[in-house]
């Protein structure tokens, strides 16, 4: 393995099944080398038959697809190639799944993110920086502690506001306005209101806090729904619309605090923790360096609204687990050692798409049904079969403060029991990300540089690089206080 053969893999994110469970459809990823950035088109996968077709096409982005209720219709976010030094950015297009032309229906100055469908599929839902007051010249006013960021540059006065469309196309409306950011939204009351992820207090910017809020579908004054200290990340309402699920916690260990699954009734009130017994922090941690980032796919409701779904990370696994809606015990649903699941969606059948992690396979797409799960991609079938990957062993043992740490060790190819190596430890923070059972990139490249032998270039006083690595990470048992 060498640093370029990066270039040449193709990388699978976001999965979106169906409604009827029939196809998926999800963002496919290559690297342009030359260019220097990423090139992502919308595929399509008929789950029956396995055929795999290619849906969008161009050397831009397009990602976010989602399908219309009736299956009929895609609506995904697309963004040109930069023509020289103008920076383009993402919109709303629609396309008919029985194939035509894409038809756009933004053009918002700064761009769009996280559209949602209406829940009679007549409306989009999205998010859009806006500016809370127009300034001109060069003199920034800054009203907020936070006004610029890495990568991103300064931004005095503009926040993420909730945006609604008809799908046929037409002005979109502002649904929030004011100095607020909105961190995620979702369809409300059957499309009359909205709920949103914020904080409208004025000391925002000086708290992780973050609550539940609904607002009128035309705009209007928010009303708080979620009671307490809170910090909430993602949330869904139930297929009835009768309460709203959401992944935070209460600060109860500080910023540490495992999030857990939430549900809160749809006219606001008391919420009711469905995981507190659980221990587990909710979502995929496992590291990859050869992963799209998908959006969050948690909680998830069963078709019938009786049960939650999400993932969570422990002992190098990602798995997908359900939780019953009256409460009770947390089951694991999906995955494994080298099954790992990253980002899932099901459809009203019960099916489930989803993508995995593995130590020596990239991501590939997945389906569960009712009699079994598997595979339907191998897009990088002939990279793996010209790469010498190298597999990991697991370990675990004490600290000296009594806590139980895992370890990976990955030994290089070629690796003789009788001989000393020098080695390389991989040391990991925490406490939300982990090492594990996932492919990194960086690791067999490094220990593939023991290949070379020593009779095939000058060392001179320095051993051969053959280094196997110790992955090191905190375990859930260690206090995440610390």
């Known amino acids: 393995m060498e640093v370029r053969d990066l270039m040449r893999l193709r990388i699978i994110s976001d999965p979106q099944i169906s409604p009827d469970g029939g196809r998926i459809a999800f963002v496919h990823t290559t690297l342009d080398y030359d260019e220097d950035e990423y090139v992502s088109d919308i595929w399509t996968v008929d789950v029956e038959a396995g055929d795999v077709f290619q849906f969008t096409a161009g050397r831009g982005k397009d990602k976010h697809p989602r399908w219309s209720p009736d299956g009929r219709m895609l609506l995904f976010t697309s963004t040109p190639p930069h023509e020289g030094d103008e920076e383009r950015k993402p919109q709303l297009y629609v396309i008919p799944t029985g194939g035509g032309e894409a038809r756009k229906l933004t053009d918002m100055k700064r761009g769009v993110e996280s559209p949602r469908r209406s829940p009679d599929g007549r409306r989009i839902l999205f998010i859009s920086p806006f500016p809370a007051e127009e300034q001109e010249g060069d003199v920034k006013v800054v009203k907020r502690i936070q006004y610029k960021y890495n990568a991103r540059g300064f931004f005095p006065g503009i926040r993420k506001h909730v945006f609604t469309i008809r799908t046929r196309g037409g002005k979109p409306r502002q649904v929030t306005e004011g100095e607020l950011d909105v961190d995620s939204a979702e369809w409300l009351d059957r499309g009359r209101a909205v709920a949103f992820i914020s904080n409208l207090n004025e000391d925002a910017d000086l708290t992780r806090a973050r609550h539940v809020y609904k607002v009128d579908a035309k705009g209007g004054e928010p009303a708080r729904l979620t009671e307490g200290k809170r910090t909430i990340t993602a949330l869904r309402p139930s297929p009835d619309g009768d309460a709203i699920a959401y992944t935070g916690h209460d600060f109860r260990r500080g910023l540490a605090t495992n999030q857990d699954i939430w549900l809160l ?6 919420s009711k923790n469905l995981t507190r017994d659980f221990d587990q922090d909710i979502g995929t941690k496992l590291s990859c360096d050869v992963k799209i ?46 099954n790992s699941v990253e980002a899932w969606s099901m459809a009203e059948n019960g099916a489930i798409a989803y993508t995995t992690l593995g130590t020596t396979s990239p991501i590939e797409l997945w389906v569960k049904e009712v009699d079994g799960q598997r ?34 060790i990955m030994r ?32 067999q490249v490094l220990a593939a540089q023991g290949w070379v032998d020593p009779e095939d270039r000058e060392f001179r006083d320095v051993p051969p690089l053959r280094c196997p690595h110790i992955i090191v990470l905190g375990t859930p048992e260690v206090d995440t206080k610390r």
Not at 299 to 306: F, K, Q, R, T, V
Not at 412 to 441: N, T
């Open 265 to 270: 009734p749809v006219e606001g009130g008391e």
């Open 412 to 443: 290089p190819p070629g690796f003789e029991e009788d001989k000393r190596y020098p080695m390389m430890v991989e040391i990991h923070g925490g406490p939300r990300g982990a090492y594990g059972h996932s492919f990194m990139h960086e690791f």
């Open 375 to 408: 595979q339907l991609t191998d897009l990088n079938r002939r990279w793996v079969d010209s790469m010498n990957l190298c597999g990991h062993e697991r370990f675990e043992f004490r600290s000296s403060a009594g806590h139980t740490v895992e370890g990976w």
């Open 293 to 338: 980032s998908s959006p969050n796919p948690n909680p998830g409701w069963s078709p019938d609204g009786d049960a939650l779904h999400f993932t969570s990370t422990y002992g190098g696994v990602a798995r997908l687990y359900g939780v019953p809606r009256s409460g009770g015990d947390v089951e694991a649903v999906l995955g494994g050692v080298d």
